[in-house]
């Protein structure tokens, strides 16, 4: 886990690259990689790739990044994980090559030159990777494949900038700063902003699962190599060995030179990794669980549970305790770590937070079970509005007639998603945006004005976007596991994950979001019959205790509102709590 950042200047009229940016960028990172830093110049000045070192395998200088092949044709600065490193090092030895290190990092770089930029599908684990290739005098940037790790880029038509952070690239001062209306509708409408866009017009997010290859001729549009949807919509039907399948993930994702610890709540996907990861690691494996004062002894305490699966496993447990003092002395610090504006991560900030104090470098996380085994009450929701008035004809345009009357009349008195029940009602894409909506689009002149209002929806064109990422897949709940994995997890919990660790110089790891493990379980995901939440639990040996699997689904409270109480309606709860965001992310 690391920072880094690029520069190539690739077209003959640009400036040579500023070793002062490089540096600058890389160094608004330091939090990333505490442990070393690293900088590499070409030296005709038209590349320059910077890293900071959070060290997790390979501890020693041989790990050290940039790395360069061993003739010097291909640089690497790259952020994340290979959890295959292994299987992939023992593969090229087999054909004759040699290592000069243990890290994972060479094996890509050796992988490259066999493979090229094909190589990036036999990566197992989370990255986010610039590499330099002097023959082809090219740049490549890839992601992988759900986007565990962000990676940002800016082309000015001349040069590009690449780096982990939004808020680094804008350190190093070259960035065109004008708003994205896309990126700030998106925000208020779903609490995140999407992908690819970002708050401002000069910078993107890199697709997950996707590659982008730059050269003299400037970048290509980037190339996808794993997308969610279609690997749903194609997979054939098939019963798969849960128990085999997770056990697998965990293995791979416990493959460090440090502790690996674990999130514990009192939730089915948290305690099942627990299980799984104690019976993979032996004895000694640390937990940890945030818990809230203000929740302390009702029912959305999660530490009395937590604590009796930490005890039914034998792991080191530790209770983190967070009140609203707390919280409220933290806000500054917790926003300025907040790469993009979001509504979430709060918790995942304090329990990282936890977690570094207890000198760990890495934790694994349940994110991600919710999406892949249905556990949201989206999956729900969704399709009995869509199978109870999707059916009428017209009923969206309907809808938006009975909405523009009535919308004005219920404002004052309930949630504004009430008048659009119609509107909504006639697909999937329509129906998730109107669970999962923030904000309604008609709210957003009120929010952004009007301007920015109106281009930034038709520069979003969610509805279109939404509907597209069910195209092809068959199957309700196979729908919304699609929708929850593309929008909510990858740019809101995935990117939370990444900040709200990275604040802590702490890698967090999610083993049940792995696309080796997704093409395993598609065939069964969300059939009649395939596996759920209660299949997942069973998985561990020994299993887990009877009052977490008889445990009602409650989700994962924290009281945000509850901390935020303001003197009108307007500041508070979650949509207060997104204005408060949006006004610290957009001060500078």
Not at 462 to 477: I, N, P, S, Y
């Amino acid at each position: 886990m690391c920072g880094i950042n690029a520069i190539f200047a690739y077209s003959p009229d640009a400036a040579s690259v500023s070793r002062d940016e490089v540096v600058r960028v890389r160094d608004a990172m330091t939090i990333r990689g505490p442990d070393g830093d690293g900088l590499w110049l070409s030296d005709d000045g038209r590349v320059g790739l910077g890293h900071r070192r959070l060290a997790i395998i390979d501890l020693s200088p041989q790990g050290a990044q940039p790395m360069a092949s061993a003739d010097g044709m291909v640089r690497i600065t790259y952020n994340g994980e290979i959890f295959n490193y292994r299987e992939l090092r023992a593969e090229l030895e087999a054909e004759g090559r040699q290592f000069v290190s243990q890290s994972d990092t060479e094996v890509m770089l050796q992988l490259y030159e066999r493979d090229g930029p094909a190589m990036v599908e036999r990566l197992r684990g989370m990255f986010a990777l610039v590499l330099w290739d002097e023959r082809r005098r090219g740049l490549l940037l890839a992601r992988d494949g759900f986007g565990i790790k962000p990676l940002y880029y800016a082309d000015n038509g001349r040069s590009v900038r690449v780096a982990s952070q939004v808020k680094a690239l804008l350190a190093g001062a070259a960035i065109d700063t004008t708003p994205e209306a896309a990126g700030h509708a998106g925000f208020f409408l779903f609490g995140y902003v999407p992908e690819p866009h970002t708050l401002y017009r000069g910078i993107r997010s890199l697709p997950a699962g996707s590659t982008l290859w730059i050269d003299a001729d400037g970048a290509r549009s980037p190339e996808t190599y794993f997308d969610l949807s279609k690997t749903l919509a194609t997979a054939p039907i098939a019963d798969v060995d849960l128990r085999d399948a997770l056990s697998d993930s965990i293995r791979h994702h416990l493959v460090a030179d440090v502790p690996v610890g674990v999130f514990l709540s009192a939730g089915l996907d948290s305690t099942t990794i627990t299980g799984l990861a104690a019976a993979n690691h032996g004895a000694g494996l640390d937990t940890m669980t945030l818990g809230f004062d203000a929740y302390r002894g009702t029912a959305n305490d999660e530490v009395p549970l937590a604590e009796t699966v930490a005890e039914h496993y034998g792991t080191r447990h530790h209770t983190r305790w967070v009140d609203g003092d707390e919280f409220r002395d933290h806000l500054p610090d917790l926003l300025t770590a907040m790469d993009q504006p979001t509504i979430d991560g709060v918790n995942v900030y304090f329990v990282a937070r936890e977690a570094a104090a207890l000198g760990l470098k890495v934790a694994m996380s349940g994110l991600g079970g919710d999406e892949m085994f249905g556990g949201y009450d989206t999956f729900r929701q969704v399709p009995g509005l869509v199978r109870n008035l999707g059916w009428i004809p017209g009923i969206g345009t309907i809808g938006a007639g009975i909405r523009t009357l009535a919308a004005p009349v219920m404002k004052p008195f309930m949630s504004p998603k009430y008048a659009a029940v119609f509107e909504y009602a006639g697909g999937y894409g329509d129906a998730y945006m109107l669970r999962r909506g923030l904000f309604m689009p008609w709210e957003l002149p009120d929010l952004i004005g009007p301007d920015l209002a109106r281009q930034g929806l038709a520069d979003l064109d969610h509805r279109q976007r939404l509907a597209a990422t069910v195209d092809g897949v068959e199957g309700a709940a196979r729908r919304v596991t699609a929708l929850e994995s593309a929008w909510y997890m990858r740019s809101q919990l995935l990117r939370d994950a990444d900040w709200a660790g990275m604040a802590h110089s702490l890698e967090i790891r999610v083993p049940l979001v792995d696309p080796f493990l997704f093409r395993r379980l598609a065939p069964a995901l969300g059939r009649p019959g395939g596996p759920d939440k209660q299949a997942m639990a069973s998985t561990p040996m020994p299993p887990l205790p009877d009052a977490v699997r008889r445990r009602p689904k409650t989700g994962f409270a924290i009281p945000v509102q509850d901390w935020l109480q303001g003197p009108n309606a307007q500041e508070r709860g979650l949509r207060g709590w997104a204005r408060q965001v949006y006004a610290a992310q957009t001060a500078a």
